[in-house]
């Protein structure tokens, strides 16, 4: 399956809540034209610093929704779980 993936920093409290698994979605700016399918490399941010931490999780993009009145214009919602592939492969 062909699928794209994107690389996305990921502020501190946000990154730990998908590791926690009580964040399973994203809320992004759409200028990736994100897809079902599509792998996000999470990478956590200090933002306080501006440094990466290190830590990086992948997750698939599930589910999408972009549509008014419940996203503003060029946002997306992205339903998200972990994803077990290879991102070397």
Same mark, same amino acid.
């Given at each position: 399956m062909a699928y794209a993936?994107?690389?996305l920093k990921t502020w501190l409290e946000?990154?730990?809540a998908v590791v926690d698994?009580?964040?399973? *979605?994203e809320i992004r700016l759409n200028d990736r034209n994100?897809?079902?399918g599509d792998v996000l490399f999470l990478r956590e941010f200090e933002p306080n610093k501006g440094i990466y931490?290190?830590?990086?999780?992948?997750?698939?993009?599930t589910y999408t929704?972009?549509?008014?009145? *419940?996203?503003p214009d060029g946002y997306i919602v992205m339903g998200i779980k972990?994803?077990?592939?290879?991102?070397n492969a």
């Open positions: 993936v994107h690389e946000y990154y730990q698994g009580r964040k399973p *979605f994100y897809q079902i931490t290190g830590r990086n999780i992948t997750r698939e993009v929704l972009k549509r008014k009145p *419940f996203v972990p994803w077990d592939g290879d991102l």
